[in-house]
């Protein structure tokens, strides 16, 4: 199977968009966004990078009336989803669908960007700093960038990082028990992809394409058992963390979902734990205006 074919049939980012605590952090950065922009969203052109499901899009358009949207996503599949999920707001904002590569140019006119959002996906890019120089050409002079992640280095709560480590070793280990058919990646990872930079490090990335850092932020989300098994059936996740070999992605869903189980089952057992927090950083940065019309006091 080709990978354009097995990208489409796997495409299966919507449980984990509709958690409640992932979509309500979403919803707080966004809000803060909102709060640097001169007048608020309304108004403004929004570029939806690496878009998914449109959360980003979504947001926005519930607390203002941005005047269009630039949505773009490689995964034509996540574009549909995106579609339907914005069909309420299509009367008030102009939106517009991209089959695109975040590392690649935007097709977008450079320059009409006033907010890009680069949110919860530039982890999974081999080519983070091209991805930045690539968002910043489409914002207009004084916009602004928003990097979300909860993938970076520094993520996990001080005390937490064996419960993330021990999630991975049960789920390789169930897939031993059980016996299933299993094998890793044949091709090698392109060297970048799914490396996690820790949020100064992503703030040297932007200052260094010529942005200007507005506000960095952390927030902790306290993440239960759903959502870590909504998180084990999307496609980039489960590679990322198991590297299965294509036809074995299905295989390591199954795993990390059952091992999700264990951990929690172990957690219950012992003190009552229900859920485990996770930092969730964001960085905006500004392009900066033209020379000419900088301020000189
Ligand atoms: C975890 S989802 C997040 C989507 C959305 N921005 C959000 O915050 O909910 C990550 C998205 O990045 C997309 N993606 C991954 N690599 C990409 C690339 N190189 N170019 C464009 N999109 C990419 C995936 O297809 C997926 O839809």
Sequence with gaps: MDEATLKKRVYKFDPFAAVPEYIKVNRDLVAVVNSHVPGGLTGKRIGDIACGLGLMTKLACEIASPASSALMDRSDEALELAQQELGPY???????FHVADAQEPLPVKPGTVD????????????RKAEAIKYAKEALAPGGLLAVVSTFFEGAYVPGTEILWQRWITRARRIIQEKHWPFEGQKERVQAG??????QQKYCDLMTENGLVIVRTELQT??????????????????QGALRPAPEYLQT???ALKLAAGE???GLKGVNAVTAIPR???MVIAQKPLQPQYAETT
């Design 279 to 281: 930092y969730w950083m």
């Design 115 to 126: 907010v890009g959002f680069l949110g919860n996906c530039i982890h999974n890019f081999a």
């Design 90 to 96: 299509s009367g008030k904002t102009g939106l517009e």
């Design 193 to 198: 992809k799914d490396h996690w930079l820790s």
């Design 221 to 238: 989300v306290e993440l239960k058992q759903n959502a870590l098994e909504a998180i084990a059936e999307f496609n980039d996740f489960a």
């Design 252 to 254: 390591a869903t199954a």
């Design 263 to 265: 951990i929690f089952q």
